[in-house]
């Protein structure tokens, strides 16, 4: 009986071209669909509950301003949000057209909803539910219920989506528009030669919502185009392309087809003030800044802190695979070594609109080297076709497997779901610092990779430190406010905000600088933490009296200050710059500032900031020996860029007065340390191949600078600098060639590269 269960589900699961059966349910059970649509009904209630529990992001702040200004734009014809230049919260957000901030907001203004953040996370949920809910509807269509219940269940429990599902305004909603989109593409598809107006609508806004969002929402036009126009030339069984009328037919597609995403274009700036002014150029201003992104964030891969710009072209592509359920892997292995058969029974156009839709834009931010960062959150819109593709090779094992091994199917598929599901559990709300099994899970990767990138503890940071405070009954003393400072300060003041005595201030910091200002609670996020500090247990630092983790590591951490030492040295330091200070004062001050800085130490001695001011101080007062000995330490300590730059120098100026050969190799192996701590800074492989170079070894400097072409070939920064070295080293015209062809595939750096081939050409005449 089973054998010819199998046989009917294949002989029914046909399609007709002309829409009449979209389902290929086959003998499938009906109650999958039955199960599938309770599932549905139990996340849309459940993502929201749990999104109430989600923290700030990292986008949210700058966009919900931003949002207030486009508000008041239409509202009262304040122009602010037509320019953000200088303003750093809300820089360059005139380009993006944040429709799902804007829509929020005006929820938010028009009912007076007290709690914003909590509405617009509800509101987030949803929009993660939609994407789960339309990839489900997809697969149901091409492959029946059962397939879309793996994919819908895949897609919410993949911890990464439903973390950021929760909280990212950006990376969500874009998402929901670009597989709303493409879902309304294959049904077109389907249906060709048939075009229905619902459907051409359908598109249009999907395109719409997703360019709403972000600007590269254009792509999913030429998708359009794309995928009819395979189906068109290659499916199409009218296909005579010696004929007139096959050519007419195909120009009407064009024209509808061009209408749709025209459409889409105008529905997508209604809510955009900055495009609307000029609606082409200044969509064009936007391509070309997403093309080019400026901002530049240090992250941690591979244990080293690298520049986001810097990031190896298999970034991405790593990133997700460490961080995807084992299910969603498998699945695609399986889609893989199925893909004949889901090629000849869903058809081939069907397959490649799927394997597109993922692989693409990942293909082609890997080859234009695109400045990539906080994971793979920007191509989070690519992963719902991961997710179809994984779901389409779980059903056809399922289905072709033999009737005795079938069960054994649903069986590992739970099994393996069971490994995110429990890191849910136990790491709710901060569940998308997720890695899976097979690499090794966050004990393996901690301070290798990147965790909480996206700030979401700050939220449980904050009401640990507020209710101790309460339990606690610490209050102000002496009409002075409790100082809470953090670098994440816009989420702590929203989280402090029921303060009516106004008993609480907070401040901002830099952690690295946080013993230049006077606080007496910090909260500290491991985002932009040494790599080295947080594999070996110098963060969180001394005086944490309490850590949020996941996996048994600290992803935030309450500190309190029992020492303001390194405080007081500050301002004793900053009395030094005083003109007016008689030379006794002065060394009165600079003794005063040492003391203080050496009791911070005492107590904390990996207190960077008192370290670095020690050096300083020392290095004033010309005690060589103690100078050394806290640059040692700053090394020891935190062997970060910054730090390790410093210490470069002060070795620099003692081998410049002493010539000790202990301090030229304490030198280049500073050098060689700051190469170790970021591989894709091309500056540091040419500033040891330039030492070796004075000290009158052409040759080593020659093979360090091979060394980082084969390691940053595609960034600008190591061809500009290969350039610089080629010329300076007598290879003019080699260095010519290059950097011609550095400006022509880095345009945004041409004026860089014109200005060292205008010095080379000048020393060659």
């Known amino acids: 009986m089973a054998i010819k269960h199998h046989k009917k589900e294949i002989v029914t699961e046909q399609t007709d071209n002309k829409g009449k059966s979209e389902n290929n349910t086959g003998g499938e059970s009906k109650i999958y669909r039955t199960i599938f649509y309770i599932a549905a009904a139990v996340f849309f209630v459940l993502a929201p509950v749990l999104s109430l529990n989600s923290g700030i992001s990292g986008d949210e702040k700058s966009s919900y301003v931003h949002s207030s200004r486009v508000y008041d734009y239409f509202a009262k014809g304040d122009t602010a949000a037509l320019n953000t230049q200088g303003d750093p919260l809300t820089q360059n957000l005139e380009y993006y057209g944040q429709s799902f901030d804007n829509f929020t907001y005006l929820f938010i203004k028009w009912f007076h909803i007290e709690h914003p953040y909590e ?36 897609l919410l429990l993949s911890p990464r989506f439903l973390g950021h599902s929760f909280n990212n305004p950006k990376d969500i909603p874009f998402a929901l528009g670009y597989t709303l989109a493409i879902y309304q593409m294959i049904l077109l598809v389907k249906e060709l030669p048939k075009t229905s107006v619902k459907r051409l609508v359908y598109i249009a ?51 509808k087809l061009a209408a749709v995403s025209l459409g889409g274009f105008f529905v997508s700036i209604i809510l955009w003030p900055y495009l609307q ?35 190896p072209w298999y970034y991405l592509p790593k990133y997700i695979f460490m961080t995807i359920p084992e ?97 849910i559990i136990r790491s709710h709300p ?14 393996a990767n901690y301070g290798k990779y990147e965790t909480d990138y996206y700030q979401h503890s700050t939220r449980a940071a904050a009401q640990w430190l507020d209710n101790y405070l309460i339990k606690n009954n610490l209050k102000p003393t002496q009409g ?21 005595a106004k008993s609480y201030e907070v401040s ?70 005083d003109t007016a200070l008689t030379n006794e004062e002065r060394y009165e001050v600079l003794q005063q500032a040492i003391a203080a800085y050496n009791d911070a130490y005492r107590y904390d001695m990996h207190n960077e900031t008192a370290i670095l001011s020690l050096i300083e101080l020392y290095a004033n007062m010309q005690r060589v020996d103690s100078m050394l000995y806290f640059t040692n330490q700053l090394v020891n300590v935190c062997p970060n860029e910054n730090f390790l730059n410093v210490a470069t120098n002060v070795y620099g100026n003692v081998y410049q007065s002493s010539h000790d050969q202990n301090m030229l190799n304490q030198i280049f192996a500073l050098h060689q340390r700051m190469i170790d701590e970021n591989p894709y ?41 290969d350039a610089v070295f080629l010329a300076q080293t007598g290879s003019r015209d080699e260095a010519l060639t290059l950097l011609e062809r550095t400006a022509k595939k880095f345009p945004q750096y041409s004026s860089e590269c014109q200005n060292v081939i205008d010095q080379i050409m000048g020393i060659k005449r």
């Open 277 to 311: 002014q000029s609606p082409f150029s200044h969509a064009k201003e936007a391509l070309d800044l997403m093309e080019h992104y400026s901002v530049n964030l240090k992250q941690i891969f591979e244990g080293v802190n690298i520049w986001s710009t810097n990031a």
């Open 480 to 500: 002075k406010k409790i100082i809470i400072a953090s670098n994440d300060h816009k989420a702590i003041e929203y989280y402090f905000r029921h303060d009516t």
């Open 681 to 721: 800074s091309a500056q540091y492989y040419y500033n040891l191949a330039v030492m070796y170079v004075q000290m009158g070894n052409l040759n080593k400097g020659k093979e360090i600078m091979e060394a980082c072409m084969k390691k940053n070939k595609r960034t600008f920064e190591a061809n500009y600098y």
């Open 205 to 255: 806004l999907g395109i719409g919502l997703a360019n709403s969002i972000r600007i590269g929402g254009l792509m999913l036009a030429a998708y359009l185009m794309l995928f009819c126009g395979v189906w068109y030339f290659f499916v199409n069984k009218e296909n005579k392309w010696t004929e007139q009328q096959f050519w007419t037919k195909g120009l009407v597609l064009i024209a």
């Open 119 to 154: 509405f617009r996370h509800v509101c987030n949920a949803l929009a993660g539910w939609c994407i789960a809910f339309v990839i489900a509807l997809l697969l149901a269509k091409i492959c029946g219920y059962r397939a879309a219940l793996l994919g819908f269940l895949m």
């Open 430 to 443: 901060h569940e998308y610092v997720y890695y899976n099994r097979l690499c090794g899970g966050i004990a």
């Open 327 to 423: 299910a969603v892997i498998l699945g695609l292995i399986l889609f893989c070594c199925f893909i004949k058969k889901i090629v000849k029974k869903q058809g081939g156009i069907i397959a490649f609109i799927i394997v597109f839709s993922f692989a693409f834009p990942i293909l082609y931010i890997i080859y234009k080297a695109s400045n990539v960062y906080g994971g793979w959150r920007h191509v989070l819109f690519t992963y719902p076709f991961f997710v179809a593709a994984a779901a389409l090779g779980w059903e056809h094992l399922y289905e072709y497997a033999k009737p005795k091994i079938r069960p054994l199917v649903p069986v590992l598929f739970g099994l393996l779901m069971l490994f995110p599901v429990v890191h």
């Open 508 to 577: 901002y910091i830099r952690y690295y600088e946080r013993g230049n200002s006077d606080w007496d609670y910090a909260i500290s996020i491991n985002t932009y933490i040494n790599a080295y500090q947080l594999q070996n247990g110098i963060w969180p630092p001394k005086g944490t009296i309490h850590t949020i983790d996941v996996g048994g590591k600290p992803i935030a951490a309450v500190i309190r200050r029992e020492n303001k030492s390194d405080y007081a040295g500050y301002l004793l330091k900053s009395k030094l710059s």
